[in-house]
T-cell receptor, first 116, second 111 residues
Framework: DTEVTQTPKHLVMGMTNKKSLKCEQH?????MYWYKQKAKKPPELMFV???????INESVPSRFSPECPNSSLLNLHLHALQPEDSALYLC???????????????FGEGSRLTVL | GENVEQHPSTLSVQEGDSAVIKCTYS??????FPWYKQELGKRPQLIID?????GEKKDQRIAVTLNKTAKHFSLHITETQPEDSAVYFC??????????FGTGTRLKVLA
């Protein structure tokens, strides 16, 4: 399995809802990422987990709450979002070969979020 | 702060012609430079990368060149085909977890 799988593909939520985005990879990669991508823009880093510990939080508002239950799973919990949070949320894992970082990011297909 | 400038923002070429996209980075510690292709509605996918100890790398119709002194790196696509139409992002990393992405180039290959 050489893929990063994200669910759901599409999500519509109101500003008072609580929802979660899920990401899964079974490539044994130990660094996992959440990116936010607006239309016609590059991916914007939100969080990085390394060996299941939060390594980077790019000053993301607390209405986004990441969680890494185990080395294969990454969640992003959403609560009280704003319409401007509507975007494509991409999960990625960083490649490893023989225990060394290859540098390549493997992206999932993304979860397209619309906040009403 | 660190940034990566990417030009042009849009590029249209005739099928069979070459396309060149250029990036400039600011962080001297950058040592890994990947290029990602993102087709409409799809995930970004790595197409080629280069490390700072190499000046050029080629993979069939795609090549990347790196000038460390000038902090420039470029993507070259030869014999372009309609399926090359996509948004291309360059990025730079200094070996930490962060990747600084360029602003993207929308390439259109006209048949």
């Amino acid at each position: 399995d050489t893929e990063v799988t994200q669910t759901p593909k599409h999500l519509v939520m109101g500003m008072t809802n609580k929802k979660s985005l899920k990401c899964e990879q079974h490539m044994g990669h130990r660094a996992m990422y959440w990116y936010k991508q607006k239309a016609k823009k590059p991916p914007e880093l939100m969080f990085v987990y390394s060996y299941e510990k939060l390594s980077i939080n790019e000053s993301v508002p607390s209405r986004f709450s990441p969680e890494c239950p185990n080395s294969s799973l990454l969640n992003l919990h959403l609560h009280a979002l704003q319409p401007e949070d509507s975007a494509l949320y991409l999960c990625a894992s960083r490649g490893q070969r023989q225990g060394r970082n290859t540098g390549e990011l493997f992206f999932g297909e993304g979860s397209r979020l619309t906040v009403l | 702060g660190e940034n990566v400038e990417q030009h042009p923002s849009t590029l249209s070429v005739q099928e069979g012609d070459s396309a060149v996209i250029k990036c400039t980075y600011s962080d001297s510690a950058s040592n890994y430079f990947p290029w990602y292709k993102q087709e409409l509605g799809k995930r970004p996918q790595l197409i080629i990368d280069i490390r700072s100890n190499v000046g050029e790398k080629k993979d069939q119709r795609i090549a990347v060149t790196l000038n460390k002194t000038a902090k420039h790196f470029s993507l070259h696509i030869t014999e372009t085909q309609p399926e090359d139409s996509a948004v291309y992002f360059c990025a730079a990393s200094s070996g930490t977890y962060k990747y600084i992405f360029g602003t993207g180039t929308r390439l259109k290959v006209l048949a």
